[in-house]
């Protein structure tokens, strides 16, 4: 800021997204700090209004509470997400087969890709917006989500998704089992499928979700990462979606299957997408950028600045 008042320097970084008790995507900046050195990272209570130098004292002029989600709420919200993503991504299948073909795959992949933006900007700041038990697994293994946390997670996702199935079922019937995901192709090239799809999918969100470099946003990283989350899953509905269906969830399978009572090689998106997703996130931290060796993180504003 000019005109005499000199220039406001940047906020100090809260804890990376993805800490015991705090969300996974968030509308704060985030570092790339690993979960070990977070713990002891002292919580950012004000606002710097002039500080002139390294280490200066500055004043404030508004205290920031620091979050305090229950898990309540955290999963309150997880179930009403993934209840909006399994309606979503299951829907566009079911439309086109009742409607012979009105959606299309490009159609399939809008509804799916879309579902994952918008939960993501509206939910992402509460739970974090994981909507995927691969998802959850693989951030607790890397130590960005606490385990004794997943369990609830993970049923709060399979109880939306069985919850989202039947309202399709009851509104759709008898046409729920175009929104099961069964295979074209033979039961290893869809396993090969759906592990590569989520090693795609989890790679981009590890990005997004542990390291400022991949967005270079202060302020509003849920708008980059939902697009960028969505665009992922469209893309790899785009191209698995024919021959696997390109589930890369296992409760986009897991409930539709039971709504439809259809199981066929259902053990393929179960445990193939868990594979994927901790391949996927283990890789992106292997290759993250790591203190000097990359680019410092920039100031970039927000979409809607």
């Known amino acids: 800021m000019e005109g005499g008042y000199g220039q406001t320097p940047p906020v100090s970084a809260p804890a990376t997204p993805g800490t015991p008790g705090g969300p996974l995507f968030t509308s704060l900046r985030i570092d790339s700090l690993s979960y070990s050195d977070r713990k002891s990272m ?13 280490g200066a004292p500055h004043s404030c002029f508004t205290d920031f509470p620091a979050p305090d989600i229950s898990l309540t709420r955290k999963l309150g919200a997880e179930f009403v997400g993934t209840f909006i993503l399994i309606f979503a991504a299951t829907a566009g299948p079911i439309v086109n087969e009742k409607y012979s073909g009105s959606e299309s795959l490009i159609g399939n992949a809008a509804c799916a890709g879309l579902a994952v933006m918008i939960i993501i900007l509206s939910t992402g700041h509460i739970s974090g917006a994981h909507l995927n038990p691969s998802l959850t697994i693989a951030f607790a293994a890397l130590r960005h989500f606490p385990w004794a946390q997943v369990p609830a997670y993970i049923l709060a996702q399979v109880s939306a998704s069985i919850c989202a199935s039947f309202a399709l079922k009851g509104i759709f019937h008898p046409y729920m089992s175009g929104g099961v995901t069964v295979p074209s192709v033979s039961t290893g ?89 901790l391949a996927g996130a283990a890789v992106y931290t292997l290759v993250k950028l790591r203190g000097v060796e990359g680019e410092q993180p920039r100031e970039v504003r927000s979409f809607r600045r």
């Open 42 to 54: 002292p919580r950012c209570k004000c606002l710097p209004v002039d500080a002139p130098s390294l």
């Open 189 to 277: 090239q869809a396993f090969a499928l759906e592990f590569l799809i989520t090693f795609n999918l989890l790679f981009v969100v590890t990005a997004v979700a542990t390291d400022t470099r991949a967005v270079h946003v202060n302020i509003q990283v849920g708008e980059l990462a939902g697009i960028a989350v969505g665009a992922t899953v469209m893309l790899n509905i785009l191209v698995a979606g024919p021959s696997s269906g390109a589930s890369m969830n296992p409760v986009r399978t897991l409930g539709p299957a039971v709504a439809a009572g259809n199981y066929t090689v259902i053990w393929v998106y179960l445990l193939a997408p868990t594979l994927g997703a």
